[in-house]
């Protein structure tokens, strides 16, 4: 579980950092109570909130059986969003309406973001949910679930994704690993790991699993290192980089120099 990286009470320039968090149902009870208690009293940041979870709550009915989303998308969507809700369902809906949230708000600020979710799904096509999602969570910096090496790390994407997560080993000086969490890119589960590149740089690693095996990124460059074809792409200033091993695609975002991408890419070695 989450927890919130500072003794001070929660406040409205913390929503946009764990606002997803807090939905995703990461943080402790205890803090939940202070996040809502904040929200109670803020009508700016409680909108806020609510038209997250009304977009998440849009898409899961639209891929449920709503028009126009194609099936393999329905059942991404669906699968992604099923054990958030059911989890969600039992543990926050009833103290979120007892802490005066109205259901008709949550109602009208799912119809207003039904424009939001069709938005959404179009921009797939020209920022894949590989790196549009990527970059934003890169940007977020939501807080470590688990530091240190990947002997602390590893446990804990054991018991939680469903596939094996490889991350490759760089033995590039001066880049470590850090720590990581559980995350997702889309509707799919991922595992996080952040590393170390010097000081005041950051990289971000996201493994996700993909059976569909076909990955374009609309103007990416394709590299080909060893047996791999890199695709990388600049998105808000960050340089990406995306690979896949068989049914496994890796997404890469940092604020390095392209060439110093492919330099650390060339020297990673596969676990």
């Known amino acids: 579980m989450s927890s919130l990286p500072f003794d001070r009470p929660f406040g409205c320039g913390d929503v946009e950092r764990f606002g997803f968090a807090y939905l ?12 809502e208690a904040h929200l109670h009293e803020c009508p700016s940041c409680r909108a806020q909130i609510e038209r997250e979870a009304a977009f998440r709550t849009m ?44 259901p008709v708000a949550v109602g009208l600020a799912a119809a ?22 990527a970059v934003r969570l890169h940007n977020r910096a939501l807080p470590l679930e688990v530091t240190g090496d990947l002997s602390r790390l590893m446990p804990l994407f054991q018991r939680h994704l469903s596939f094996a997560v490889r991350p490759p080993v760089f033995p590039a000086a001066g880049v470590a690993l850090v720590g990581g969490r559980l995350s997702h890119l889309g509707a799919r589960d991922a595992a996080y790991l952040e590393y170390g590149a010097g000081p005041g740089r950051r990289i971000s690693l996201f493994i996700v699993s993909d059976p569909e ?29 995306v690979w896949r091993r068989n049914e496994i695609v890796y997404s890469m975002v940092s604020d390095l120099a392209r060439s110093e991408t492919l330099a650390l890419l060339n020297a990673a070695q596969p676990r």
């Open 112 to 133: 207003a973001s039904l424009a939001l979710v069709f938005n959404h799904v179009t921009l797939q096509g020209t920022a894949p949910w590989v790196v549009a999602d």
């Open 59 to 102: 898409i899961r009915l639209h891929a449920r059986g709503g028009p126009g989303a194609p099936v393999a998308l329905r059942r991404r969507i669906t699968a992604g969003l099923d054990g958030v809700e059911r989890e969600m369902s039992k543990q926050r809906l009833s103290e979120v309406v007892g802490r005066g949230w109205p």
């Open 24 to 35: 995703d149902g990461e943080f402790e009870p205890s803090e939940c109570s202070a996040i």
């Open 213 to 241: 095996r076909d990955l374009r990124i609309r103007g990416a460059q394709v590299r080909r290192i060893a047996d791999r074809e890199i695709l990388l792409t600049t998105v808000q200033g960050y340089n990406v980089a």
